[in-house]
């Protein structure tokens, strides 16, 4: 079955530091890419999403992530992390072949971001 | 600017109830999903509808079920309630092709006891 990984559970940085949080993606047809951001007892929001063209997408928030079609991956990057970054993060794709984004959002399990002062 | 309305916010129930949770959306999106997200897990498809009349299952589509009968509104029904669906469940909408934006609700947090 088509799946995200996302090989951290939890990471730690120090404020100010940057970050780089990991994502793979299973074999199949083009992939769509997106990285939400849930803060604690929210709900998901939207960071950036890669459909095609340039494989470094901007995101709001200061975040960036680059398109690797031969590392089946999507990492997300941020050049200094702020207190406030603290949050759970989720990889989630939908493959080009389902009929338009019909069948929904595959989620990666989530990165825990914890920020040290 | 609604956007997706989830209600309620959060709820108790014991084991062997039943209720629905209400989702509505206003942007006449096309594409409606029911997610559950459990801790550590991600959030899991249960159950997905294309439009007004048309549903299908996701992932994890036991012990719930949907309806359709308007664009605007897909309510999730859990008919026996048990422990195991004590979880957060996300409602979402999509126009659906090439733009392939979703937006999420709020939540609701279920607990059955």
């Known amino acids: 079955a088509q799946s995200v990984t996302q090989p951290d559970i939890h990471i730690t940085v120090s404020e100010g530091a940057s970050l780089e949080l990991r994502c793979n993606y299973s074999?199949?047809?083009?992939?769509?890419l997106f990285w939400y951001v849930q803060s604690p007892g929210q709900g998901l929001q939207l960071l950036l999403k890669y459909f095609s063209g340039d494989t470094l997408v901007q995101g709001i928030k200061g975040f960036e992530a680059e398109f690797k079609r031969s590392q089946s991956s999507f990492n997300l990057r941020k050049p200094s992390v702020h207190w406030s970054d603290a949050a759970e993060y989720f990889c989630a794709v939908v493959w080009g072949n389902s009929g338009g984004g019909a069948d929904g959002l595959t989620f990666g399990k989530g990165t825990h971001l914890i920020i040290q002062p | 600017n609604a956007g997706v309305t989830q209600t309620p916010k959060f709820r108790i129930l014991k084991i062997g109830q039943s209720m629905t949770l209400q989702c509505a959306q206003d942007?006449?999106?096309?594409?409606m999903y029911w997610y559950r997200q459990d801790p550590g897990m991600g959030l899991k498809l249960i159950y997905y509808s294309v439009g007004a009349g048309i549903t299908d299952k996701g992932e994890v589509p036991n012990g719930y079920n949907v309806s359709r009968s308007t664009t605007e509104d897909f309510p999730l029904r859990l008919e026996l309630a048990a422990p195991s669906q004590t979880s957060v469940y996300f409602c979402?909408?999509?126009?659906?092709?090439?733009?392939?934006?979703?937006?999420f609700g709020s939540g609701t947090r279920l607990t059955v006891v």
């Open positions: 979402a909408s999509s126009y659906g092709g090439s733009d392939y934006g979703y937006t």
């Open positions: 942007m006449n999106h096309n594409y």
């Open positions: 074999y199949g047809a083009t992939p769509y």
